[in-house]
């Protein structure tokens, strides 16, 4: 956990506008000796089933995938370590390890992180099944209460839609005609998707009148988030609907095309206002941009997107370089 934590802490130092190339090179060389002595001292560590399921084992995966983020700007290794080893590592454990104590913390920070991979890679989150969904309705009794934030939901109706989208490429892969499938399974997972579209909006209602309670809620940067993630998987559930020709007759979630633009602008505005006025990560926004991206219309719009994934990248994560790529070979001919 120590060697992976300096590796992460060397590696920042030197990427933010360095005083110099040398001192940079610096860090780097410092970054990866103890991103090597971290998996040397892991390795030693988890010989013993004990030792696997440890909080600490937990914080070294995680530090390692953040690591890959500022050094490799394919995703690759964040994946990696994300997917094979924290995500693994938390089933391991089980729901009731992180109901209290140091595996809740661990949790609530890994959480979105976990959310956010299973959109952009096949394998989907365990976090939708049902001890898991338990868990959540647990975590917040009693005086812990006090700490909750609607952001939590938000991340419910999330895991939801990721957990929808996996299901629907299942059934509805690139092989598979109307004919194949049976109408049935697609007036089900319409109807679905139209009841995940009625909880995003009643809890975009409730979200609003929580805000306008106290001063302080619209300040939090919690709530920052939360506003930049609804309009982000408002964009996302209709297109799970959007791009399958099986759905055109059939009501579903999709939204009108001018909804959609909407969204996009409103995660670009407040995207960009989180980067100048909180410390949230970069790595943060990258969910929101790249579904931004998929429906940017403009050449402004695009600019926008670009501009800020390059931030992004200049500062810490150079991972955004990869989602940079991907817009620009969506936009084709007309990328900037």
């Known amino acids: 956990f120590y060697h992976a934590a300096i590796a992460v802490g060397a590696l920042d130092l030197g990427s933010p506008h360095p005083s110099s190339i040398v001192r940079k090179g610096t860090s780097r060389l410092e970054a990866l000796n103890a991103y090597r002595a971290s998996i040397v001292e892991f390795q030693k560590e988890i010989q013993g089933t004990a030792s696997m399921e440890s909080n600490a084992c937990l914080w070294t995966t995680f530090f390692w995938g953040l690591f890959e983020l500022m050094f ?6 964040w994946v990696k370590h994300i997917f094979y080893g924290t995500s693994r590592i938390l089933q391991i454990r089980g729901p009731k390890a992180h109901l209290t104590g ?3 913390s661990f949790f609530l920070t890994v959480r979105l992180f976990e959310i956010c ?3 952009f890679y096949p394998e989907p989150t365990f976090l939708g099944e049902a001890n898991w969904i338990l868990l959540m309705d647990q975590m917040w009794e009693g005086d812990l209460a006090e ?35 049976p109408e049935e399974a697609l007036l089900h997972l319409a109807s679905e998707g139209i009841d995940l579209r009625n909880a995003l909006f009643r809890w975009s209602e409730t979200f609003a009148a929580w805000r ?12 920052t988030l939360a506003n930049i993630y609804f309009h982000a998987i408002s964009i996302y559930l209709s297109g799970l609907f959007d791009y399958r020709y099986q759905f055109n007759q059939i009501l579903s979630a999709s939204l009108p095309s001018d909804n959609i633009q909407i969204h996009v602008c409103e995660i670009l505005h407040h995207t960009e206002v989180a980067m100048k006025t909180t410390r949230l990560a970069g790595i943060l926004f990258f969910f929101p941009l790249r579904v931004a991206g998929a429906r940017a219309r403009t050449s402004t719009q695009r600019s926008a997107i670009l501009a800020m994934l390059d931030r992004i990248s200049e500062r810490s994560f150079v991972v955004a370089q990869a989602f940079s790529r991907v817009l620009k070979s ?3 001919d007309k990328a900037l």
């Open 72 to 77: 490799d700007n394919t995703g690759d290794g």
């Open 102 to 104: 140091p595996g809740r």
């Open 117 to 119: 991979r299973s959109f």
């Open 147 to 181: 700490e909750w934030h609607p952001k939590e939901n938000l991340l419910d109706l999330m895991t939801s839609c990721s957990s929808l989208g996996h299901r629907m490429a299942g059934l509805l892969n690139t092989g598979s005609t109307r004919d194949q499938i």
């Open 212 to 223: 306008n309670l106290d001063s302080t809620h619209e300040e939090d940067a919690r709530s």
């Open 330 to 332: 969506l936009w084709g």
